[in-house]
């Protein structure tokens, strides 16, 4: 079945600096691939919606310029959260969907629990 | 998108058949209902869709009556390990749709020896 990589699992950064989360189909092509948030006990909420070869879609109340997101190929879609602050701490998941697979085909990676200290 | 409604928690034993029943009454026609499973820190994983009737694989069944303002998932015999939080989602997932998923509180199931 379609698998989706995201790397890392877990990161520990600096109030101020930037983390780059990375998402991979690997095997299937994604030209769409989607970025989502969990806080402790809540559910996801979708952030943005990553095009191949185009700008983001960001979800309302989500800065674009906070949530960097790139989707340079067909396989590989990066969220870069940038100046983070300890209110930037979650779990950020991604998904990418193999189109071919209808609505089965919407595939999550493991997620990167982010802390910002 | 139509809303859900799912129990905010079950419990149940090992070995029993569990059933989550999900309120969609405003679902259109076009619409799949999907149920995912998530484990704490994991990412959700994908349980079963139907559109009506029945629908069955080797992990869960999905019993969907014939007005679909409802669908039941039911899990045989759990175990322990089918502690997560179940959501179910109510959509049109074409293949050639690129929307992302709306996913509502989940029913935190807590399987007990």
């Known amino acids: 079945g379609a698998v989706v990589s995201q790397h890392p699992s877990r990161v520990i950064c600096k109030s101020g600096t930037s983390v780059k989360i990375e998402c991979r189909s690997l095997?299937?092509?994604?030209?769409?691939m989607f970025w989502y948030r969990q806080f402790p006990k809540q559910s996801l909420m979708l952030m943005a919606t990553?095009?191949?070869?185009?700008?983001?879609?960001?979800e309302q109340g989500v800065e674009k310029d906070k949530f960097l997101i790139n989707h340079a190929s067909l396989t590989l879609s990066t969220l870069t959260v940038t100046s983070a602050h300890p209110e930037d701490s979650s779990f950020y998941i991604c998904?990418?969907?193999?189109?071919?697979?209808?609505?089965?085909?919407?595939?999550f990676g493991s997620g990167t629990r982010l802390t910002v200290v | 998108l139509a809303k859900t409604t799912q129990p905010i928690s079950m419990d149940s034993y090992e070995g029993q058949e569990v059933n989550i029943t999900c309120s969609h009454n405003?679902?259109?026609?076009?619409?799949?209902i999907t149920w995912y499973q998530q484990f704490p820190s994991q990412g959700p994983r994908f349980i079963i869709q139907?559109?009506?009737t029945k629908v069955t694989n080797e992990v869960a069944s999905l019993f969907i009556p014939a007005d679909r303002k409802s669908s039941t998932l039911s899990l045989p015999r759990v175990s322990l390990s089918d502690t997560a939080v179940y959501y179910c989602?109510?959509?049109?997932?074409?293949?050639?749709?690129?929307?992302?998923?709306?996913f509502g509180k989940g029913t935190h199931l807590i399987i007990q020896p």
């Open positions: 998904s990418a969907r193999d189109t071919g697979r209808g609505g089965v085909g919407y595939t």
């Open positions: 095997d299937f092509q994604a030209t769409t």
């Open positions: 990553s095009n191949e070869g185009s700008k983001a879609t960001y």
């Open positions: 405003n679902i259109a026609t076009n619409d799949y």
């Open positions: 139907g559109y009506k």
């Open positions: 989602l109510v959509g049109f997932y074409s293949g050639g749709g690129a929307d992302g998923l709306t």
